[in-house]
């Protein structure tokens, strides 16, 4: 899902909002356990207490999220729990079954059951935000375009809701860490025929509303021609600051990066994503792990070296530039402010301004090349975003380069375009980095059926005239 940015009102400590969310060079499960009501609570909702204890089962060995505080006996008995039902899903991946046999076994009433508590928990973190709002004039006509929006578009998310809830290809719920966000989803190619290149993607949602479920089209798309997706969660402000989510962030990568081919993943051809919000904490992960890198001692659990290239879509890169720009879309500065942990933290999340300090040169010389992505008519975050970092980074030192779409919205290059079916610019392109040297999957891709339209073209283009992004 996009992010937006929309007002806020007069209460900061409780906010919750929206987001709106020359040039360099122009180039061209095992899932968890769906009958597991409260596993489905604690993933889906970024309001619950952090101390909520809830009994999740995992799907690799890497990760854990019970208590600490947990009896000697009781969390004994958790990890051998966590531990077998972690192996017998490794098992199911690894040799591709993963995808069928049992999976495909599922019975329609547990994804119904599924569906329904996921639908009920997005709406009930709905109202949860709509409790913090205004109602002034302003803040109805947002409300009222953001329900047209999602009108002319419902075809599609129904369609896309359908593959996300009951595709025996979506791997939901994975834990990779400690915290109730700490999951993620994969998205598996139908073949198995070798190891296949993996997207890490961190999804948008202007800091707050972020949920790893945003990346279904996505995920549904890059699986259809041989790629791995894995969509990752991270906590939202209030629950956590920009810290958390960087963290958070982090340890998905790592998880990614260590557990590749055991779900069928070329450890030699992994991605890093990232839109919006997500553009922003992956390139604050990447960057802060490459300092760490080049630093004394550090123990690490990833190498930015394991990383191919990062890719960027409609990302922030420079806190300064931007917090005047929010502000004048309703995402106030006090509010942005706490989201980044306070004034004196803008420098330390700032990717551009951290690149161009020579204590870091080093640093610089071990990131991967990054590509960002940005359409000319973006207004939610400006085109100057991408471009400014690229140019910055190619002056420092670092590969980097910008494509830009002429004309296309903060919405355009991850919704509508993709619902509208047919050729894609945006996705083609990301298909030409990520299956760069292999011949066989450009081949593929070259002869590849037109992608099928989601929505009707003149409920597109609506859509896009009363979009609020």
Not at 95 to 101: A, F, I, K, P
Not at 339 to 348: A, F, N, P, T
Request: aromatic share 10%; net charge neutral; hydrophobic share 35%.
């Amino acid at each position: 899902m996009p992010s937006q940015i929309l007002p806020i009102t007069q209460r900061p400590s409780e906010l919750l909002i929206l987001e709106a969310s020359p040039p360099t060079s122009v180039l061209i499960k095992p899932e968890i356990d769906h009958d597991d009501l409260n596993t489905s609570l604690i993933i889906s909702s970024q309001f619950d207490d952090d101390n909520k204890s809830v009994d999740v089962k995992p799907l690799l060995s890497r990760a854990s999220s019970y208590s600490s505080t947990s009896s000697a006996n009781g969390n004994s008995y958790q990890h051998r729990r966590r531990r077998s039902a972690s192996d017998n899903s490794l098992a199911s991946l690894s040799d591709g079954s993963g995808g069928g046999g049992g999976s495909r076994r599922r019975s329609f009433s547990k994804g119904v059951g599924h569906a329904a508590a996921e639908t009920f928990l997005i709406t009930r973190l709905s109202l949860k935000l709509l409790r913090y709002l205004g109602v002034g004039y302003r803040w109805i006509m947002r409300f009222l375009a953001l329900g047209c929006y999602a009108l002319l578009l419902m075809p599609g998310f129904i369609q896309v809701g359908y593959y996300y809830f009951f595709s025996s290809q979506v791997r939901r719920g994975i834990v990779y860490g400690d915290q109730p966000r700490n999951r993620l989803d994969l998205y598996l190619p139908k073949t198995s025929d070798g190891p296949k290149p993996i997207v890490a993607f961190v999804t948008g949602g202007a800091w707050i509303i972020g949920y790893k479920a945003w990346g279904s089209l996505l995920g549904q798309q890059l699986s259809e021609r041989g790629i791995i997706v894995a969509c990752i969660d991270y906590r939202n402000f209030p629950q956590g600051t920009i810290k958390d989510m960087v963290t958070d962030a982090s340890q998905g990568i790592s998880f990614v990066c260590n557990n590749a081919s055991k779900f069928g993943g070329d450890p030699e051809r992994i991605y890093l994503m990232g839109q919006s919000a997500g553009a922003h904490i992956a390139a604050c992960a990447l960057l802060e792990q490459a300092i760490k890198e080049a630093g004394e001692g550090e123990s690490t659990t990833w190498s930015v070296s394991q990383i191919k290239a990062y890719l960027g879509l409609s990302g922030g890169y420079n806190l300064f530039d931007l917090i005047d720009h929010f502000h004048s879309r309703g995402l106030y500065r006090s509010i942005f402010l706490s989201i980044m942990d306070g004034e004196q933290s803008l420098r330390l999340y700032s990717p551009e301004v951290l690149v161009q300090d020579p204590n870091f040169k080093n640093a610089v010389s071990l990131l991967p090349p990054i590509i960002l992505f940005h359409g000319t008519g973006d207004y939610s975050i400006p085109a100057d975003a991408s471009k400014n970092f690229a140019n910055t980074l190619q002056r420092v030192g670092g590969k980097a380069e910008s494509i830009l779409y002429e004309g296309k919205t903060h919405t355009d290059l991850f919704l509508q375009d993709p619902m509208r079916g047919g050729r894609d610019d945006m996705f083609e392109d990301l298909l030409a980095i990520i299956h760069d040297g292999d011949g066989e999957s450009l081949a593929k891709d070259a002869v590849a059926p037109p992608r099928r339209r989601l929505v009707p073209e003149f409920m597109i283009k609506l859509a896009h005239s009363v979009s609020p992004f």
